[in-house]
């Protein structure tokens, strides 16, 4: 018996592959609006399910090790998220944008490794807002037919206080209807 797969077969990994990449930038892409819209009416059974039960949550380099330290198991993350909705909320506005993806999905396509550049805006209850880039770095395995993270890192690159909050009620600058 050869160790070739047959042309059928690759084309079926290729495939598998191409779907896990799919379904991790989702899992992502998830984690990340739902931390865009975390608050105090905010259920983070939804959040955690997207964490291995061993998973483990960490800030890296020497602003973020400090910052938000480590928490393995995902009570442990779910107890860390749970501690910015507690009224009032700690963010009033606050949006992720990932950028500079890339993902590779081992050969037995059941685990995966990430990286992003995160560029993230935010507004706080205290009226303070900051400007914040960091590289993040994700393990994912397959659970039951689901993606999910295995080790999640956020290493600060900068962060920037703003004077001002992000949002303005300054009427927007549009063109004027013709009647």
């Known amino acids: 018996m050869s160790n070739s797969l047959s042309t059928q077969d690759a084309i079926l990994l290729r495939l598998e592959a191409l779907e896990a990449e799919k379904k991790v930038r989702h899992c992502m892409s998830r984690y990340m609006l739902l ?5 105090v009416d905010t259920q ?11 998973a483990v949550w960490q800030g890296k380099g020497k602003r973020y090790a400090k910052t938000f330290g480590r928490y393995e198991g995902r009570d442990a993350i779910g107890d860390m998220f749970a501690s ?7 963010f009033s506005m606050n949006a992720h944008f990932l950028c500079n993806e890339l993902i590779h999905i081992d050969d037995t396509n059941t685990s995966a490794k990430g990286t992003w550049m995160l560029i993230q805006p935010s507004s706080f209850s205290t009226g303070k807002s ?10 994912f395995v397959l659970v039951d037919g689901a993606w999910l993270m295995q080790v ?3 290493e600060n690159i900068f962060s920037r206080p703003m004077a001002n909050s992000w949002d ?12």
């Open 35 to 39: 931390c865009d819209e975390l608050g």
């Open 44 to 54: 983070l059974d939804e959040l955690t399910k997207l964490f291995a039960d061993d």
């Open 84 to 90: 910015y909705t507690k009224p009032p909320a700690h």
């Open 130 to 139: 900051q400007l914040s880039c960091a590289r993040i770095s994700a393990e």
């Open 152 to 154: 999640f890192t956020t």
């Open 168 to 179: 303005n009620s300054a009427s927007l600058g549009v063109p004027t209807k013709n009647s």
